[in-house]
């Protein structure tokens, strides 16, 4: 049989805009890799991928997708004859991307999982695919494998038709390709439960046969309406597949006379009015049947369908269910539920699914217009879990972890004993660094000691995910109680050494206990352990700390202390002792000689600003920028109002800014999300020779700029604003400021 002549007819009836000479190599290269190779039912096996190129042209996909199709299983079947390397040489690079990611999902096997592994394995099909394409040709060759199901063994047969309900026919649901879903949902059925499949179908073929004009008709009165109310719009009808017709007889317990929208009739009208007008005249032209009517117009589901439904009852009695919407529901309607990829229903974030459905906006879009050199769809980058990975247990189950996890947050995921014994890790069968960051696809394998050997503490800096550092801070807490009071206590100490005034022992330990009866513990051992351990945050204590500091060792103190940087944490008391010596001297306090000053966290004033001090109790003056939000705030506060004093500049500040020796300084970058962009700040900062004391960055969830702050030590404002305008001309950064922390 000329398998090949089957197949041109099939594309040159959907375009001539496909290059027959490209696909013409491919079937031919195909045709000579599986020479000798036969289907379970004694076809030639060009026969199969010659079958899945057609669907994939149903699909409208392009060129390079028929050839990938072609070639879709030479890499896997043919492997002593080729290679990806001679497909890319032969096809190009395209081609071999795409019959690659196929090679690769042959790996994934579905059978006999639990459910909640299925969601896992689908999750994983998508993040593996990469190109949208792939999944649309993988789809074709499931749909062609489930049609010619019949000649495998019986066993087969029902692994593959429950492997295609849970996972082929829900993708396509969520592609929005509700024909080849339909179809491998009733195939499926057929194999899993051949009786009542027969069953329904004969109910269906009964019924149909019995009223097979019946959507016809329906349709023609319909149109007849609306066209004299010069109403433009497009009309379908269908009749409700064999396996939904199965699942609500089984499933709900219904019975085939309750099944209300076995016919249904679509249409789609151009604005949200019209919807509303098509809808009053359906039910002037028909009887409704009460209770049936659905305004998810006004009410959208979860998942952001909108549409008016609405049963009546047309000839013979016989109801039928109206569909009304606008084309732009529709679109939603068929593609939004993409957006469940990543958002299970009920809990859906809003503003995260209108983000997906843009993406989702775009496959349309670019399905529909761009008629570049081609009119099909063109390659799209599935980046829809770029917040999270894939890898499977040498047993092959499936663990999600967030990205950027690494081998450490894998075996705390598997179990904490497997994280608290671990000792070395494999990926793909290799061995690798413990903090190995872990891709999509890996096999990854812990290596344990047989004695519990505990995780180390400098793991808590490594680990990604929340759960590894509770469970190693768990290991801590339980494990090492007498080094965590210890380490608790000298927390403390330098803490309150920082408060700059001579404590006693016994005074610490009331301020302890008082504070750890504040906060429901009453063994001030548990207290200490706790910071130790890291379950509790030292800076959260901190202001506590600073009251009980001065009720019980400075009782002469009025009220509680109000220097305005409230959360003042132990950066603070490291802050001051890396101000460099003789920093007393850069700010003159007027009025006040031989004052202890500070900088103040909240704005960090640099030589040539303008700045106003504060005198707390006890801590001396602490200086502030003029503009400093806390200033400003705090010099209209009456009650403060006369701690607010004018200080200045001194000489030695000024003399002194060419010096080793400088001022901390906080500022706010904001640029692309790019994997550059901190490597390239940190050059620039490198190259200016600026100490970067510390860096952090986070990605904003709103727009998904990367916010990055830095930390610099800096001798004045002028120093700063150069750096600032250097910094302002890396390519990726759209704004930085001097900010506040
Ligand atoms: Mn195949």
């Not at 890319?88 to 690769?104: I, N, P």
């Not at 899993?192 to 004969?202: A, C, H, M, Q, R």
């Not at 149909?208 to 004299?228: C, M, P, T, V």
């Given at each position: 049989?000329?398998y ?29 890799m ?17 079958a ?32 990806g ?21 042959v ?5 006999n999982?639990?459910?909640e ?12 695919s ?38 082929y ?6 592609l ?31 019924r ?40 609500k ?23 949200e ?104 769809l ?111 206590k ?17 005074q ?36 506590k ?103 200045h ?9 060419n010096?080793?020796s ?80």
């Open positions: 049989m000329d090949y002549s089957d197949l041109y007819e099939s594309l040159i009836n959907i375009s001539s805009q496909y290059n027959f000479d490209k696909i013409k190599k491919a079937y031919d290269y195909a045709h000579e599986h020479e000798g190779q036969y289907r379970k039912s004694g076809e030639e096996y060009i026969s199969h991928p010659v899945v190129a057609k669907i994939v042209a149903q699909l409208e996909l392009d060129t390079d997708s028929v050839c990938a199709a072609l070639l879709h299983d030479t890499l896997e079947d043919c492997k002593d004859k080729t290679n390397e001679t497909i890319k040489k032969l096809f190009g690079e395209e081609v071999s991307e795409l019959v690659d990611g196929l090679t690769k999902l790996d994934i096997h579905f059978e999982r639990e459910e592994s299925v969601e896992n394995l689908r999750k994983m099909f998508l993040a593996m990469k190109d949208i394409r792939v999944i649309f040709i993988k789809l074709a060759d499931r749909l062609h494998n489930m049609r010619t199901l019949s000649a495998q063994p019986d066993e087969k047969q029902r692994s593959i038709a429950l492997e295609t309900m849970h996972v026919a829900p993708l396509a649901h969520r929005g390709i509700q024909k080849i879903k339909g179809e491998l949902e009733n195939l499926s059925l057929k194999y899993l439960d051949p009786i009542g499949y027969d069953e329904v179908k004969n109910d269906v073929e009964h149909y046969g019995e009223n097979r004009d019946f959507l016809e008709n329906a349709q023609k009165q319909i149109s007849e309406k609306l066209d004299s109310e010069k109403i433009k719009y497009s009309m379908s009808g269908r009749v409700k597949s064999i396996f939904s017709i199965y699942k007889m089984y499933n709900q317990g219904k019975s085939f006379d309750e099944i209300y929208d076995f016919y249904a009739i679509r249409i789609i009208v151009d604005t009015l019209e919807c509303y007008t098509v809808l009053g005249i359906i039910h002037e032209m028909f009887n409704l049947i009460p209770g049936r009517f659905k305004d998810y117009i006004s009410t959208p589901k979860p998942n952001l369908y909108r549409s008016l439904h609405t049963t009546v009852i047309g000839r013979h009695g016989i109801p039928f269910e109206v569909q009304i919407r606008t084309w732009e529901m529709h679109t939603v309607a068929e593609y939004g539920v993409a957006a469940h990829w990543k958002y299970k229903s009920g809990d859906a974030d809003k503003e995260n699914i209108a983000e997906k459905l843009k993406w989702i906006r775009t496959l349309v879009e670019t399905e529909k217009g761009d008629a570049d050199n081609d009119e099909f063109k390659p799209l980058k599935i980046d829809i879990f770029e917040d999270e990975i894939f890898v499977f247990t040498p047993k092959g189950d499936v663990i999600s972890l967030q990205s950027g996890a690494t081998a450490i947050d894998f075996a705390f995921a598997i179990h904490s004993e497997v994280g608290n014994r671990m000792i070395g890790a494999k990926v793909n069968g290799m061995i690798v660094p413990i903090d190995t960051v872990l891709q999509t696809g890996q096999i990854v394998e812990v290596i344990t000691s047989s004695t519990p050997k505990g995780p180390s503490k400098d793991w808590l800096k490594i680990v990604r995910t929340s759960e590894a550092k509770n469970k190693i801070r768990q290991w801590y807490k339980r494990e090492k109680r007498t080094e965590n009071i210890a380490e608790g000298s927390m403390i100490e330098r803490e309150l050494k920082g408060f700059g005034k001579a404590y006693t022992e016994q610490r330990d009331e301020i302890i206990s008082n504070i750890s009866a504040r906060i429901g513990m009453s063994d001030p051992d548990d207290f200490y352990n706790s910071l130790g351990y890291g379950g509790m945050s030292l800076s959260k204590i901190v202001p700390l600073r009251d009980e500091f001065i009720r019980v060792v400075m009782p002469e103190g009025d009220d509680k202390l109000s220097d305005i940087s409230g959360n003042m944490s132990v950066t603070y008391q490291d802050n001051s002792k890396k101000q460099p010596h003789g920093i007393n001297q850069a700010v003159i306090v007027d009025g006040i000689d031989n004052c202890q000053i500070r900088f103040a966290r909240c704005c960090n004033p640099l030589p040539g600003d303008k700045i106003i001090g504060f005198v707390t109790r006890g801590f001396g003056v602490s200086v502030h920028k003029q503009d400093c939000p806390n200033a400003i705030a705090g010099t209209s506060d009456e009650s403060e109002k006369d701690r607010w004093v004018s200080v500049w001194s000489q030695y500040s000024i003399n002194h800014s010096s080793e400088g001022f901390e300084t906080i500022l706010q970058i904001y640029a692309k999300n790019s994997l550059t962009v901190i490597a390239e700040l940190s050059n620039l900062l490198n190259d200016l020779k600026v100490q970067v004391n510390t860096l952090n960055s986070k990605v904003i969830k709103t727009n998904k700029m990367l916010q990055i702050t830095i930390n610099i030590t800096c001798k004045n404002t002028t120093h700063v604003n150069t750096i600032l305008q250097r910094i302002r001309k890396l390519e990726d950064v759209s704004d930085v400021t001097r900010g506040f922390s």
